[in-house]
């Protein structure tokens, strides 16, 4: 069973940037984050393949956000520019166990293995 442990949630002024990370405790193969506010349905963010080579982002963070990985520290970052008040979210990490050779619909597969979220706040 792989632990993923996410960080670097935080309260930034609209505008600013922050960078998630996401701490796997052995090998995954795609990740992806995942957001949901209190009330409302987990929104796809972002999505990478285990090279790194494919990466996949909701159209309401295309050009903002940056998601990327070291496989050697096991760990996925999310760099978060331009942060908008409709950011505000807890933000969760979530990791397949075996390679997915599908389409790009990251956003609807299955992930096996979830984080326990982290609080990301954008003040207006």
Same mark, same amino acid.
């Given at each position: 069973?792989?632990?993923?442990?996410?960080?670097?949630?935080?309260?930034?002024?609209?505008?600013?940037?922050?960078?998630?990370?996401?701490?796997?405790?052995?090998?995954?193969?795609?990740?992806?984050?995942?957001?949901?506010?209190?009330?409302?349905?987990?929104?796809?963010?972002?999505?990478?393949? #285990?090279?790194?080579?494919?990466?996949? #982002?909701?159209?309401?963070?295309?050009?903002?956000?940056?998601?990327?990985?070291?496989?050697?520290?096991?760990?996925? #970052?999310?760099?978060?520019?331009?942060?908008?008040?409709?950011?505000?979210?807890?933000?969760?990490?979530?990791?397949?166990?075996?390679?997915?050779?599908?389409?790009?619909?990251?956003?609807?597969?299955?992930?096996? #293995?979830?984080?326990?979220?982290?609080?990301?706040?954008?003040?207006?």
């Amino acid at each position: 069973q792989v632990q993923l442990v996410e960080s670097g949630g935080g309260l930034v002024q609209a505008g600013g940037s922050l960078r998630l990370s996401c701490a796997a405790s052995g090998r995954t193969f795609s990740m992806g984050w995942f957001r949901q506010v209190p009330g409302k349905e987990r929104e796809f963010v972002a999505a990478i393949t #285990y090279s790194g080579s494919g990466t996949y #982002y909701a159209d309401s963070v295309k050009g903002r956000f940056t998601i990327s990985r070291d496989n050697a520290k096991n760990t996925m #970052y999310l760099q978060m520019n331009s942060l908008k008040p409709e950011d505000t979210s807890v933000y969760y990490c979530a990791a397949r166990k075996t390679p997915y050779y599908g389409g790009n619909d990251y956003g609807r597969i299955r992930y096996d #293995y979830w984080g326990q979220g982290t609080q990301v706040t954008v003040s207006s």
